[in-house]
Every structure is written in structure tokens, then in C-alpha cells.
């Protein structure tokens, strides 16, 4: 067996495994070796009932106590027992698995390891395994077992044992990485590195195969980056603008005036479109620093330059009001070019007419999702692409809409604050802008970081925000890593939620497995004030401008990142009425307090992204992930910044062009600029 062989090969995969397989994208042995996990547990000494902490997995020893109870709710059946020892008694549930009324005996003696919440004021641990007899749990003890990630029909169990079997019967792997390089930045072998992610003897065994495979994740990454550099570079300007005085004369009548930086950035991105080679620019920009107008001066010089100009956006909610705003201040000046939105949901008819106006030149400004890249979109001349939120979007759909036209000039936008020295390697095929000054009117979000015992203050506070007339908005982690349960933990909070708020106040909820359309029109709900509430997982981080909300409330926002939490924030503030930002907590940790404390006392966003970097380091053996940013399979570029600037100097020696790794730089494999 090879990494080519299809994944049916291994012993213990039938036909249904295999296509459920295919379904996460594993079709070969290879793919299956390089399927990580996405974390890992570590079974660690059972503690005292009295001393569990909510927000944490742990495991407990005792006896079951008294009756177990099995609910009648046949939707979401639960199963919930006591477990007492000397120090106190613990509710526990489990979901879905009424035989364990018939397994568990009263006065039996076992451990329960899984996560700990709060619910009505107690601690509950949810769904966790069960060890009976206990000298089960002797043989998982301080071991690291890889947790991967999984669909409906798919066991950890399952791809625990075929990639064992992938392991032991696949050939060795050819070394992709030259030894010099290897021994310069004391990288472990593949194959070793391969066993390592997925089946560490130790802490120390997964540091170096992580920091192995991470290197080389980021520097098949910069390749391909630099190739796309090169030939930019020799990108010859085919569409040419003019300075034109029509956008200076709509610029003075806005009834605002840009900021100093807002002025910079359109200067330059200006002096790129006059200039001898085509644009390839990246506008970073803090959240509500004033990107859009930037990008509507940008898309208005191309359509007086006679071109078309596009900018896609990652949601369709985005696209619409990116659309709506540029209409009503096109009519408020007497612009006389056509905007045109082009989204999947659009009606067949609709997507023809649009498809039409768009190839004869009617519509000259073209604001939509990934429906601008579809074949059947033909542009009549396509000269500036704009892509908002560019970390939501590959760079194949980037190219993709450039190919639309004859290498037309682009401009990526992002409010992801990534510290210079990153972003200078990360991006290094654009030139970068730097948005980094808020418009002078914007009221500064109050921030507070408190523990779960303000729950019902910050619940009363919200109620009060509503009567006002504002919205609010609830972030939920999933209760457990994994998405089964991620709608039932935001559904089960918002349930709770509109009970306590009363019939009066609407509340909503979005998770990741609702459908984009379904995303959307609970969105679109939202943006209209018809839900006052919503409750969501960090699906809003890039999603609607809202001015109404004025409380975000981030549960348990130890097991955020820093840059992620900042995100999230920014879906507040953007509106005339004071905005207020809790972050709350279950985690005593002083490290903890230390990170949430950078939020708590600014809202700079480039500055916190700074500190985020400074207070990670190698140490971090499960740093959390700054989601949605920068989705490689393993690296983070926070938590793994040292690694970064490792590939960084390792992408420009001589040696690595000789090697394998150099030629798999393939930038179609690389999705996640």
C-alpha cells in the first residue's frame, strides 16, 4: 500500500466508511495519514466532586446514587443519574442512551470523565464516558488520544483504527524538507512526524512532529505565495485609470470627512491604478476604521475610467447591504452608473437579466458572493476586483474573478488585525495598506470581563438594552468540541434565554450546520430588528452591520483567542448609541485573566493582535485557534509565529528549490489566503 492507494485498501473500511470518508475529503491512504486531529485527550487523575470547576473536562470517582431518571422528551431524550463521593454529590446527563438505566446500578462504583457546565445554578458534567469497573480508566491515564474530526455515521473510534492500519502497512515516505534545513531548524523526520500528530508517546513527541508538519504547511504556503509574487511582478498595468475629478467632487460632498489614514490608503491604492503594473493590494483595516468608502472611491474611479468593477463578499447578508448602501448614496449624489448584486439565491430569471446587463456593459459596478466567479458570468471589461473579508476566501476564487477580466487590478480588504511582521510574510504576493485610525464620532465600546456570577446582572442589563429599542447579541463555544453537539448547545441557551427574557423580547439563534440560507434570513431578521436577541456561534464573526446592537456577550471566552474575541466585538459599536462588550468567564486561571484584561482596557485592535502574539509562545501545547483566521490544516500563525518566520527565511534559501517540497507549492492547494 502507497499514499495513492484509495482508502478502501485499509482493512476494517467498507464501501459505506469509505464514503463517509469521502465525505471530509479523505479518498487515499495519504489523505487519511494527513487527516489530523483536531485536538487531543488527556486522561488525567480523577478529582474531587468538590473541587470541579465549570468549563472544564474532568474525571470523577464514585458510587451512583438513588435512581437513574430517563426523560420523556423523545426529541432530545436524557438519561441523568447522581454521583456522590466524600466531598459532595454530581448531577451528570447523558443524551440519547436510555439503556444506561438498565446498566447503571444504584450503590455501583465508577468514573465519569467529561465536560462541566453550569445549569440552573449547579454543576452538571454532560455526556461524559463512563469507566466500569474503574481499573478501566488505569489504562487511559495520562495518555494523549487524538480526537479527529467527524461526521454523522463516523466513530473517533473508526479513524482511530485506520490510521493505525494506514501506519503500519503504508511504505515510508520520501523526506520532502533537504537535512540541512532540517538540522538548521531542529525538525524531526516525516514519518516520524506522521506518527507523532496522530499517536504521541508524549507531550515531547507531539511538540516535534507538530512543529515538523507546521513548518512544513507554512512553507509549501510562502512558495506558492512567492511564485504568485514573481509574477506579479512582471504584471504589466492593461487597465490604466486616470485621476478623475467626478470622484473628488462625490469625496466633498459626504457629509463626513475621511481620516487621515482613510486619506493615505486611497492615495496609494490611486497610484497604483495610474501606475505601469497591474495592483495588488491588501487594505487592512480595524473594524469600523472605514474600508468600504475606500473600496466604493475605488469601484467609482474604475466605472468613470470606463470599467466595470466587482467586489465579492462572504455572505450574502454582506453583499445586500454592501449593495443597498451604494445605491442610496449613487441616487443621494446623482451617480449615474448601474450597481448590480448577483447572489445564489437570486431567481433564474433575475441571475439572467443580471448576466446580461453585466456582459453589455449596462451594469458597471457588480457587488455580490461567489456567484460573480460562476462560468455563465461574462463581464463586458472588468478592470478592479475587490474581495472584502479576504481570509474567507481562497486564493483560487481571488484569481478566478480576476481571470474574469484582462488581469485587472485587486484589492483585498480585511479587518483581521494581524501584527505588520506577520502580515508582511503571510501577504507578501500585496502590497500593504494600513487603515489604522477609527472615524472621530465613533463612541468607544466599554468593555468588562467578569465571571459566570454576573450572569443574571448582564441578563438584566440585555432586557433594559432592549426596551430601549436595541439589540443584543450571545456567543455560545460549543459545549463540546464537537459539532453534534454545537446546534444543541446554542439551541438549548437560547430556549433558556427566551424563557427568562419573557414573551416580549424575540430571541434567535445561528449555529454552523444551518444551511446558508437558512443563515441568512435569520440574519436578515436580525438587521431588521424582528429578532431583538440572537444567539450564535462565531458564524457572525464576519456577517451584518447592525447599528441598532449594542450588547455582545461572549460566554465562556477563555476558549476564544484574543483576535477572534476582537471580531466579535466589532459587531457592536458601529451605530450612534453606546455599545458595551462582556466577556465572560469560567476560568480562574491568572493566565487567563492576563490575556482578557489586554480586551478589557483597549479596543485597538492591531495592538491587541500584538499582545495575543507576545503572550504565545512554543509552550502553548494546545493554543487556541484564532478561528476563521488563516485556516491552515495544523498552523496558527499566532500560536506558531516562531514557525512562520522559520519557513519564512527557510521559502528564500537556495536548497529548498531543489527539493520536493518546492514543487508541490501548488497555489491551488492553498486555500486559505
Same mark, same amino acid.
Given at each position: ?253 459626504? #457629509? ?403 527539493? #520536493? ?13
Amino acid at each position: 500500500m502507497n499514499e495513492h492507494s484509495p482508502v478502501r485498501e485499509i482493512k476494517g473500511i467498507g464501501e459505506k466508511t469509505e464514503k463517509l470518508f469521502q465525505k471530509m475529503g479523505v479518498y487515499t491512504a495519504g489523505d487519511l495519514l494527513r487527516y489530523y486531529p483536531r485536538t487531543y485527550d488527556i486522561y488525567e487523575a480523577p478529582v474531587p466532586v468538590s473541587e470541579l470547576e465549570e468549563g472544564t473536562v474532568a474525571a470523577v470517582e464514585g458510587c451512583v446514587f438513588g435512581s437513574v431518571q430517563v426523560s420523556p422528551n423523545r426529541k432530545l431524550q436524557t438519561v441523568s443519574a447522581l454521583i456522590r463521593d466524600l466531598t459532595g454529590t454530581l448531577k451528570v446527563l447523558w443524551f440519547r442512551m436510555p439503556f444506561l438505566r438498565n446498566t447503571l446500578r444504584s450503590g455501583s462504583r465508577i468514573i465519569v470523565r467529561g465536560r462541566v457546565v453550569n445549569k440552573r445554578g449547579g454543576l452538571v458534567m454532560e455526556h461524559p464516558e463512563i469507566f466500569q469497573p474503574v481499573e478501566k480508566y488505569q489504562e487511559k491515564l495520562n495518555t494523549m488520544q487524538p480526537v479527529y474530526p467527524l461526521t454523522a455515521g463516523l466513530s473517533n473510534l473508526t479513524v482511530m483504527k485506520a490510521v493505525r492500519e494506514a501506519l503500519e502497512h503504508i511504505h515510508l515516505q520520501r523526506e520532502t524538507i533537504p537535512e540541512s534545513i532540517r538540522q538548521r531548524y531542529h525538525l524531526c523526520e516525516y514519518n516520524y512526524a506522521l506518527r507523532g500528530i496522530h499517536f504521541p508517546a508524549d507531550k515531547t513527541m507531539y511538540m516535534y512532529a507538530r512543529k515538523r508538519l507546521v513548518f512544513e504547511e507554512f512553507l509549501e504556503f510562502l512558495l506558492a505565495i512567492r511564485q504568485m509574487k514573481e509574477e506579479k511582478e512582471m504584471s504589466v498595468n492593461g487597465c490604466r485609470m486616470e485621476k478623475k475629478q467626478e470622484v473628488d467632487d462625490f469625496l466633498s460632498q459626504l #457629509p463626513f470627512e475621511l481620516t487621515n489614514a482613510q486619506k493615505k490608503v486611497w492615495k496609494e491604492i490611486r497610484k497604483d491604478m495610474q501606475g505601469d503594473y497591474t495592483m495588488s493590494r491588501l487594505v487592512q483595516g480595524d473594524v469600523g476604521s472605514g474600508k468600504t468608502i475606500v473600496a466604493v472611491l475605488a469601484l467609482l474611479e474604475a466605472a468613470c475610467n470606463g470599467y466595470q468593477g466587482a467586489m465579492m463578499a462572504p455572505t450574502e447578508v454582506l453583499a445586500r447591504q454592501h449593495y443597498q448602501s451604494i445605491c442610496e448614496m449613487f441616487e443621494q449624489y446623482g451617480i449615474p452608473f448601474r450597481t448590480e448584486l448577483l447572489t445564489g439565491s437570486m431567481k433564474a430569471k433575475e441571475r439572467r437579466e443580471a448576466y446580461e446587463r453585466i456582459e453589455t456593459g449596462e451594469s458597471q459596478i457588480i457587488i455580490g458572493t461567489h456567484a460573480l466567479i460562476q462560468e455563465k458570468v461574462n463581464y463586458r471589461n472588468l478592470g478592479l476586483v475587490i474581495t472584502d473579508e479576504q481570509h474567507r476566501f481562497g486564493v483560487r476564487q481571488r484569481e478566478a474573478l480576476a481571470k474574469k477580466g484582462n488581469m485587472p487590478h485587486i484589492l483585498v480588504m480585511s479587518a483581521t488585525p494581524i501584527p505588520r511582521t506577520l502580515a508582511i510574510i503571510i501577504y507578501g504576493d500585496l502590497d500593504l495598506s494600513v487603515i489604522d485610525e477609527l472615524p472621530k464620532d465613533r463612541l468607544p465600546i466599554k468593555n468588562c470581563v467578569v465571571d459566570t456570577g454576573y450572569r443574571e446582572t448582564a441578563y438584566r442589563f440585555m432586557k433594559k438594552q432592549v426596551e430601549e429599542g436595541r439589540q443584543c447579541y450571545v456567543i455560545c463555544p460549543m459545549v463540546e468540541e464537537s459539532e453534534a453537539m454545537e446546534a444543541e448547545n446554542v439551541i438549548d441557551y437560547s430556549t433558556m434565554l427566551s424563557e427568562r427574557m419573557g414573551p416580549e423580547v424575540t430571541v434567535g439563534y445561528l449555529h454552523g450546520k444551518m444551511k446558508q440560507t437558512q443563515k441568512d434570513e435569520i440574519m436578515e431578521k436580525f438587521a431588521q430588528n424582528q429578532i431583538q436577541i440572537l444567539v450564535s456561534t462565531t458564524v457572525v464573526e464576519v456577517g451584518i452591520n447592525v447599528p441598532n446592537a449594542t450588547v455582545m456577550m461572549v460566554e465562556n471566552a477563555e476558549r476564544f483567542g484574543l483576535a477572534q474575541l476582537h471580531q466579535l466585538r466589532g459587531r457592536v459599536g458601529r451605530g450612534a448609541f453606546q455599545s458595551y462588550c462582556i466577556f465572560m468567564t469560567a476560568s480562574r486561571a491568572k493566565e487567563t485573566k492576563k490575556r482578557l484584561d489586554i480586551l478589557n482596557h483597549s479596543n485597538d485592535g492591531f495592538y491587541i493582535a500584538g499582545e495575543d502574539l507576545k503572550l504565545r509562545g512554543p509552550g502553548d501545547l494546545f493554543g487556541i485557534r484564532q478561528s476563521g483566521l488563516m485556516e491552515f490544516k495544523l498552523g496558527d500563525i499566532f500560536q506558531d509565529a516562531g514557525i512562520l518566520q522559520m519557513a519564512a527565511e527557510a521559502a528564500s534559501s537556495e536548497e529548498i528549490r531543489e527539493f #520536493p517540497v518546492y514543487g508541490r507549492a501548488d497555489r491551488d492547494n492553498i486555500h486559505v489566503l
